[in-house]
């Protein structure tokens, strides 16, 4: 770790996170779900300020969606990935679009396709699908097969076997 | 087939040598055209240029996968085009959907929503692949064979209707546009 990932990290000791050491300049830390915005907050200050990705893994089993914040440092290449998780069945959450203007296109992202809400963002509208009828298609429980035989009807192959053999025969040019 | 005029079999020799291509690069097949148009393949022997707009363009290439989003925008251009116009499929996502077979967002055949002319089987096609297709589909136009668009015409109801069960509606609303 550099010598400011631990400067940071001294500084959100007193949230106490869960911290995982992932490689030379990674960083994972998970906290409660009260206190990733001050986490957040803090760290800008410590100079991870720039907002990579705000993205989402939704662990099915567990019945919960961890959200995923990526902050990246121009002083020194570090990266902090901080996650907290919320409840799968109410997925709600605060937004961050205060703190860094550009998060509510992720968090427009992530209504779409994980149906989170965010609190204090009301500019949901959708962003890649167009007429979107059915659940938000990247959770573990949509089915993009059933969908996709549904909506987009399939090629129809029929096995020539003649044709075939003639084309082994080398009698015709496949 | 209707039997052609010989006024209209000698357009079809003159069409022949000279199209202009509408590249519609959404997919990844557009990596492809480079070397295709440019010195090393240089499809501009064949009579074969690239065009930018719609209204001049003669074939539009459909470059790889196409979402409903995208398709939306493709039946546009499509209709935008002037007769007779010319669809060419290339890799196997416009035949079949390729690797996207079973995603939520991309379509499986492009034949069921406008008509195709030539497809270019491989994921990807190397050009000498599009370089044959592009001569295949001179060929067909020179036979008169080539006659997707007479056909988009004549079966218009049945296209749209597969338009509309896959894409729900084919106007396209675009906050970037309203």
């Not at chain 1, 030379?24 to 830390?29: D, G, H, S, T, W």
């Not at chain 1, 760290?43 to 914040?69: A, P």
């Not at chain 2, 022949?16 to 501009?44: K, N, Q, V």
């Not at chain 2, 020179?142 to 509309?164: F, H, L, P």
Request: proline share 5%; hydrophobic share 35%.
């Amino acid at each position: 770790m550099t010598n400011s990932m631990n400067e940071a990290l001294k500084a959100i000791e007193i949230f106490n996170p869960m911290v995982e050491e992932i490689d030379e300049r990674q960083v994972k830390v998970s906290v409660g779900n009260d206190k990733l915005v001050s986490v957040l907050e803090t760290l800008k200050s410590k100079g991870y300020s720039h907002l990579s990705l705000i993205t989402c893994v939704d662990w099915i089993d567990d019945g919960q969606l961890e959200l995923v914040y990526i902050l990246f440092s121009w002083q020194d290449g570090g990266k902090f990935i901080v996650t907290t998780r919320i409840d799968r069945n109410n997925p709600k959450f605060v937004t961050v679009k205060e703190i860094w203007p550009v998060a509510r296109f992720y968090e427009r992202e992530l209504h779409e396709f994980f149906g989170v809400e965010f609190e204090g963002n009301d500019d949901m509208k959708p962003l890649f699908l167009e007429l979107w009828d059915e659940m938000p298609p990247l959770r573990k429980d949509f089915d993009p097969r059933e969908y996709s035989k549904s909506k987009f009807p399939d090629r129809k192959y029929e096995k020539d076997v003649i044709k075939e053999a003639k084309i082994f025969r080398g009698e015709i040019d496949g | 087939m209707k039997e052609r005029t010989v006024w209209e079999q000698i357009a079809d020799q003159l069409r022949s040598r000279s199209i202009w291509m509408l590249h519609y690069c959404t997919g990844c097949g557009a990596m492809e055209l480079p070397p295709t148009m440019t010195a090393r393949f240089d499809m501009e022997r064949f009579g074969i240029m690239p065009m930018a707009t719609p209204r001049q363009a003669d074939i539009l290439l459909i470059t790889g996968y196409l979402n409903t989003k995208t398709l939306r925008r493709v039946i546009y251009t499509y209709e935008q085009m002037a007769d007779p116009k010319y669809v060419i499929g290339f890799g196997s996502c416009t035949i079949n959907g390729g690797i996207y077979y079973d995603s939520y967002s991309t379509i499986n055949r492009l034949d069921y929503y406008i008509p195709v002319d030539v497809y270019i089987a491989g994921c990807m096609p190397r050009p000498e692949a599009i370089l044959e297709a592009f001569q295949y589909l001179m060929e067909k136009i020179r036979k008169g064979e080539a006659d997707g668009w007479k056909r988009y015409k004549e079966n218009y109801e049945w296209y749209k209707q597969n338009q509309i069960r896959s894409l729900g509606e084919v106007y396209v609303h675009d906050e970037f546009h309203e």
